[in-house]
């Protein structure tokens, strides 16, 4: 009785060692990978940024640190009608018919960007040359002009004035 017991007692405790040995080593790989991602999306670059930026004067920084409370006032205290994508800054203002092709594009990309498997996301180079080219991409002036018999003639090469 008592060696059953025994063995009982040595068999629960292999069974905990083994699982806490698996989780310290499971976590200890979790945290390899997330400093190989950190070094890969150039973490030590934001690093470098963020304490330049903090220790440096603020002018002369790339990025700005918004406080709990600009958010709030950004945000209508965090309103949920003001989250862009759910209705916030409306469609009315951001989408329209000259840009539509332009955004879904711009979506795309960042849809790419925000990939989970970093083979899949584009360079920056190239994030920046397609960025570039969406900015590009634009109407003529003359297509928004406020006369359009105006610009009609000058589209089209011929003017009454002229005939």
């Known amino acids: 009785m008592l060696l059953q017991i025994g063995v009982g007692i040595s068999f629960v405790a292999l069974l905990v ?7 310290v080593l499971k976590k ?5 990978r997330k400093e190989k991602f950190f070094q890969q999306n150039g973490g030590f670059l ?3 940024e963020l304490s330049r930026g903090i220790t440096g004067s603020f002018d002369k920084a790339k990025f700005k640190i918004f406080m709990e409370e ?7 205290n965090f309103s949920e009608d003001r989250i862009v994508g759910r209705g916030g800054y409306g469609t009315n203002h951001i989408v329209n018919d000259e840009n539509k092709e332009q955004l879904r594009e711009m979506a795309e990309l960042a849809r790419r960007c925000l990939s989970v498997k970093g083979e899949e996301r584009p360079p920056m180079r190239e994030v920046a040359m397609e960025l570039k080219g969406l900015r590009m991409m634009h109407k003529h002036p003359w297509d928004n002009a406020v006369n359009p018999e105006e610009t009609g003639s000058l589209l089209c090469g011929t003017s009454e004035a002229y005939k």
């Open 70 to 76: 600009e958010l709030k006032k950004a945000t209508s």
């Open 46 to 48: 934001l690093q470098r």
């Open 17 to 23: 060692s083994i699982s806490w040995l698996y989780l």
């Open 28 to 32: 200890r790989k979790l945290i390899k």
